[in-house]
């Protein structure tokens, strides 16, 4: 004889719900007795089949779930089914009419609940009670509280009859997050420490009752919402996002959304993430909003934030959620790349060293290669331009898929190296339109005119820049020395006699990305803004090991003085902060001036490199004016060695260049000695000062 199956919960749920009406629809019948002073008859009622009792004896009905989560009175769950019976019961409209005496009034109201039912109180009358702290009913506007029309809220309704939803007033406002695993849901040791730490702290605050506020500090928000989601699965949490941007201003929109947040977070049980990260905390009812959120909220919650934010006065811990440390990455490399990994020439490191990327990233940059394709390649070549081609931006210039390329070590890089380092760079770069802009790097050795002094000391810049990860790492430097690990350099010299083409040389060598920053528009007046804005520069730039160029250093260093006030004082504070997160830098950060003298020693012992720029002499004009135009400029009977004789740096002599260029092509010729020289006296102009009759004598 076959057993027959068990009814699934929900139907046993369905079920018990539908039966737990009864004792209502008699409470209505008597009430209606009463009034009428007749029997009333009893509409048929549902019975609980023992086997719907089974299965809720392993998993509590909704409605015994809700009652017991809210600590419901028996009046208050009376109430509540009184309700559910209106929208569950086509009869029970009938039954409230004939109960009140009216036909208009056939709704459930608290005055019809304190006539029919038992054990009443007439605390149901106060908001603090649970059915109206939780909005688990809604009271509809009436002359009189008791007479007021009584509605389940629909989100408690969809709740109990078993109907997973999320309240109207949340939908677009609080979103899940479901981790995408790609087929490996584990974090590196580093990141699955602080989500182990969240675990504990949660476990620990679920017997306290008492929840602190857990805030993840960084820049990568992927990597944090990741942390937050394996710490929420281990409990069997959901994780619902919502933004600190959308919290309303209004005090009693706030506290709305607050109540329906924390009653969605106890009804699914559920964690909610803050998301701070880009928002303007300058903005006081911005951080008054968050402030009142985080406060308001007994739940499990966590703020992300980029940097470290005191927003409550509640218990809160502090993590501080970094990339993956090298090794971590280097693992990472390795398990998503596969066998295709023997193809990069051990070179795996270099990636490491260079680019300090997340988890996501990493996983994208072996993604973008199609391993099967590349495996039956019989042109590695060829395959490997197409994809630089298809993942490069459009503005990326591609004159020659051969230029730029890596500079020799012991094993040669593979295209499948070039590829992914490419797609590193372009991923890893920074977010910093206010504060940088991005130089394209086109300059070349060939370019550069400078006494083999300084060559060499660029070139050793560069040495050190590449070989970092095999001294720091391999041979053991890193651990030797615990600060002043990063690689920075000091040009000093005249405006135009090649800084800036320095930099651009060593960015297209190295390929990397240049940035430069104006140091006149970072420094700020106001205390602290200027730390605030180095900060935002260093971190974004991290990922990626940008070269940062700060140009114009004469704005923050010339502010150093006697400390006679607090300004003086902050003025080296700020000076003391540039310098310290230049020697902490993963990639190469540089210092431009024109007053080298002006500078402390002090912090000149701090800096790795420092090259003095010579203004060019006659021999290095020369040179300068004869690579100064470009192969398919076309230019008639230009004496290379009378032009050395104009005495302006290499900057200038660049401007000279393409405006002689602009007036040769308006007049349809060929740029000659005329035009360069008319091109000269309106550079000289512009320098405040006159031809001399040595400098252009024989030029027409």
Known sequence: MAIPALPTWYHANLQYLLTSLNPIRQALAARITHIQNQPVPIFSETKLAPEALAVLHHTPSALDQLCNIFKLSFFERNILLLCIGRELDPNFEQLCAQAQGSLERNYPTLGLALSIFQDTSLRILSSQTPLQFWKLIEIEPSRTLTQSPLKINQRILCYIVGEPCLDDELAGILKEYQLETNGSSSLPPSHQKIAEQLIATWSQSRQTGKMPVVQLCGSEIVTKYAIASTASAHLSFKLFVISAAILPANPNELNSLMQNCWREAILSNSAILLDCDDINLADSSREFAIFQFIEGLNIPLIISTQERQRQCQRLTLVFDVNQPTHSEQRDIWQSHLGSVAAQLNGHIDRLVSQFNLSTTTIQAACLS????????????????????????????????????????????????????????????????????QRVEAIATWDNLVLPEQQKNVLRNISIHVRQRAKVYQEWGFAGKEAKGLGISALFSGASGTGKTMAAEVLAKELRLDLYRIDLSAVVSKYIGETEKNLRRIFDAAETGGAILLFDEADALFGKRTQVKDSHDRHANVEVSYLLQRMEAYQGLAILTTNLKESLDQAFLRRIRFSIKFPFPDGSARVQIWQRIFPERTPTKKLDFNKLGNLNVAGGNIRNIALNAAFAAAEAGEPVMMKHILQAAEAECVKLERSLTDVEIRGWV
């Open 369 to 436: 290669l199609n391993h099967a394709e590349l495996a039956n390649q019989t042109s590695l070549e060829e395959k490997i331009t197409e994809l630089e081609e298809t993942s490069s931006p459009p503005s990326r210039n591609r004159k020659s898929k051969t230029t730029n390329p890596p500079p020799p070590t012991e094993a040669s890089p593979s295209p499948l190296f070039n590829h992914l380092w490419e797609f590193c760079r372009t991923q890893s770069r920074p977010r910093l339109e206010d504060l940088a």
